[in-house]
T-cell receptor, first 112, second 114 residues
């Protein structure tokens, strides 16, 4: 999958706990994205990055933060997980504007 | 910001028939329109894309059309096969200097019956 690794692949956590999801790429692509996928909503953009230390908010950024200290890693943090954040999270990368997005295989997060 | 609407949400066709999925977008600055196919348990995979300076693009059984004036674009699959069964997503992207976001439609679950 275009050299994208998401970890963990599955996680169950309790309400109120912090959670960090990791996306690692080996393609040296500039842009990285975090989406969540929920039935009836398709893929919704949480945050994205257009370079090291350059990030911006997407459609549904409340409750999430991100960090990109290296080109290859993009971290998504839920500071205090809530049940509404139960979802499948996808990381995606691309090398330039208006080029195809390549997705990882997702992380299934359950908040109990 | 950009908003993408996709229809229908589910589509069932007989093997060999054609399938059409339609999307509309709101931001006239959007200039890149990819289509993705997602199989169960996997991430979406790009199947075809089109840029705003082109009205139609074809790749074997798959074609995409774009009407910039009306702000809508469509995916056409001809001679459908059971392996075409999946969820399909359209998306619209604005240039980096105008946000650079890729916004997706809600998805269409296509079922091809043998």
């Amino acid at each position: 999958d275009a050299g994208i690794t998401q970890s963990p692949r599955h996680k169950v956590t309790e309400t109120g706990t912090p959670v960090t999801l990791r996306c690692h790429q080996t393609e040296n692509h500039r842009y990285m994205y975090w989406y969540r996928q929920d039935p009836g909503h398709g893929l919704r953009l949480i945050h994205y990055s257009y370079g090291v230390k350059d990030t911006d908010k997407g459609e549904v950024s409340d409750g999430y933060s991100v960090s990109r200290s290296k080109t290859e890693d993009f971290l998504l943090t839920l500071e205090s997980a809530t049940s509404s954040q139960t979802s499948v999270y996808f990381c995606a990368i691309r090398d330039r504007d208006n080029s195809p997005l390549h997705f990882g295989n997702g992380t299934r997060l359950t908040v109990t | 910001g950009e908003n993408v609407e996709q229809h229908p949400s589910t589509l069932s066709v007989q093997e060999g028939d054609s399938a059409v999925i339609k999307c509309t977008y709101s931001d006239s600055a959007s200039n890149y329109f990819p289509w993705y196919k997602q199989e169960l348990g996997k991430g979406p995979q790009l199947i075809i894309d089109i840029r705003s300076n082109v009205g139609e693009k074809k790749d074997q059984r798959i074609a995409v059309t774009l009407n910039k004036t009306a702000k809508h674009f469509s995916l056409h699959i001809t001679e459908t096969q059971p392996e075409d069964s999946a969820v399909y997503f359209c998306a619209a992207s604005t240039p980096r200097n105008q946000g650079g976001k890729l916004i997706f439609g809600q998805g269409t679950e296509l079922s091809v019956k043998p």
